[in-house]
C-alpha cells in the first residue's frame, strides 16, 4: 500500500503544475487580451466591392457623377485601403439598378451607388440596406421631342410614344414631373427602353419623345431633338435626380472602422470637387472619361454649383425628396411595401466625416 501511495504522488504533483501553467496561460482575461486585434482583423473585410450602373458613352466605365467618377478614376479608395491590406473591387453593371439589386441579394456586392428609385424598389422588396451617402441631387432632367412636330407641351404629347427606362430613377423623375405639371403616365404611350435605346429610337423617328439627362441635349444639338421641357424651371426641383450610396447592414455592422473610413474618402473628395478652382478639372474628368461632350456637360450644370449637386449630406431636405420618391413610387404600384426614411437612412457615418 505504501508503495502504491509513492507512485500516485509521483505523477499527481507534476500533472498538477501542468493543469496550473495552463489555467494562468489560457485564463479568458488574458486570452481576450491577448487576441483582441485578431478578432477585429478576423472580422474586417478584406476586400470592399462597389457597384455602379455604367452610364458611359464611351469605351471606359463611368458613373458619370462627377463625384463618385473622382473617387474611381484616381483610385483614391485603393490608394487609402492598401495601407490596410484591403483590396476595393468596382463593378460596372449595364443592366443598372435590378442587375446591382440582385447582385446586393446575393451578397456580391458590399456597397452600391444607385439612382433612388432603384435603391427604394431594393429596399421596399426586402434587401437589408442602409443609405449611407447622397451622391447627387436635383440633377436635370430634359424632354427631347421629334422636331418641326409643335411637340411644344406635355398636352401636345398626349397619346403619344415616350420612351422611358423603367424601374430607374429616369422612370420616377418622369412620374414626378408630369406630376408636377397635373398629368400621370397613363396619359402617354410609355415605351420601356434604356437611354441609349430611347435615344436612337428618337433620332431614328420610331418614338415621340425620351426623358433624360445629357445625351438628350447631344441629340438637340446634332438637330435630332427638341427640348421643349426640362427640370430647369421648377424651382421645388420635381423631376431632377437624385442618387445614393447605399450599403448591405451586414457589412456595416461587421466592419464599423472600415465604412467610417469610406465615408471620411467620399466627404475629402466632395471637398476637393466643392471648390471653384477644381470645377473646370472635375468637369474634365468626368467628360473625358464618360465621352459627354463638354459643352453639354456645362451646360447642364450652368449656373449649379459643384458643391450643391454633389453634396454627400442626408440632410432633410435631400431625406423629404427621398421620402416623395418613396410616395410616387406606392402611388404608381412600382412598390408594394412602404419605407420608413428615418430607419432606412444611416446618417451617422456622414455626419461624423462632414463634422471633422
Do not use: C
Not at 467610417?260 to 478652382?277: C, G, H, M, T
Not at 459643384?306 to 418613396?326: M, R
Amino acid at each position: 500500500m505504501l508503495t502504491s501511495k509513492k507512485h500516485t504522488s509521483f505523477w499527481v504533483f507534476p500533472l498538477f503544475i501542468v493543469l496550473l501553467a495552463v489555467f494562468f496561460y489560457f485564463k479568458p482575461e488574458s486570452f481576450d487580451k491577448k487576441n483582441q486585434t485578431f478578432t477585429e482583423n478576423q472580422d474586417a473585410a478584406h476586400v470592399i466591392r462597389i457597384a455602379s450602373p455604367d452610364l458611359s458613352a464611351s469605351k471606359n466605365n463611368s458613373t458619370a457623377n462627377a463625384l463618385v467618377d473622382h473617387v474611381y478614376l484616381n483610385k483614391i479608395l485603393e490608394k487609402e485601403f492598401s495601407k490596410e491590406n484591403i483590396k476595393v473591387e468596382w463593378n460596372f453593371f449595364k443592366g443598372a439598378g435590378p442587375a446591382i439589386n440582385e447582385a446586393l441579394a446575393n451578397k456580391q456586392i458590399d456597397i452600391a451607388y444607385l439612382g433612388d428609385l432603384a435603391a427604394i424598389i431594393g429596399k421596399s422588396n426586402g434587401l437589408d440596406t442602409k443609405i449611407i451617402a447622397a451622391t447627387g441631387r436635383n440633377n436635370p432632367s430634359y424632354l427631347g421631342v421629334l422636331p418641326n412636330k409643335g411637340y411644344d407641351s406635355l398636352e401636345k404629347l398626349k397619346g403619344k410614344q415616350i420612351g422611358v427606362w423603367q424601374g430607374t430613377a429616369y422612370q420616377l423623375s418622369f412620374n414626378k414631373f408630369l406630376k408636377s405639371q397635373g398629368y400621370r403616365p397613363e396619359d402617354f404611350r410609355i415605351v420601356n427602353l434604356d437611354t441609349s435605346a430611347a435615344n436612337a429610337a428618337l433620332a431614328a423617328k420610331k418614338i415621340d419623345a425620351t426623358w433624360g439627362l445629357i445625351p438628350v441635349l447631344a441629340l438637340k444639338k446634332k438637330g435630332l431633338a427638341e427640348v421643349p421641357l426640362s427640370t430647369h424651371t421648377n424651382k421645388d426641383g420635381s423631376g431632377t435626380m437624385q442618387s445614393v450610396f447605399i450599403a448591405r447592414t451586414a457589412f456595416l455592422q461587421e466592419n464599423p472602422a472600415l465604412a467610417q473610413k469610406f465615408s471620411d474618402i467620399l466627404v475629402d473628395s466632395y471637398q476637393w470637387i466643392a471648390k471653384e478652382e477644381n470645377r473646370e478639372q472635375t468637369v474634365n474628368q468626368v467628360t473625358n472619361n464618360a465621352g459627354f461632350p463638354k459643352d453639354l456637360y456645362e451646360e447642364n450644370i450652368k449656373n449649379l454649383a459643384l458643391k450643391d449637386i454633389y453634396s454627400p449630406d442626408l440632410d432633410p431636405y435631400f431625406k423629404a425628396h427621398l421620402k416623395t420618391g418613396i410616395e410616387e413610387a406606392l402611388d404608381a404600384k412600382l412598390i408594394q411595401k412602404n419605407i420608413n426614411i428615418e430607419e432606412w437612412v444611416d446618417d451617422q457615418l456622414i455626419k461624423k466625416s462632414l463634422n471633422r
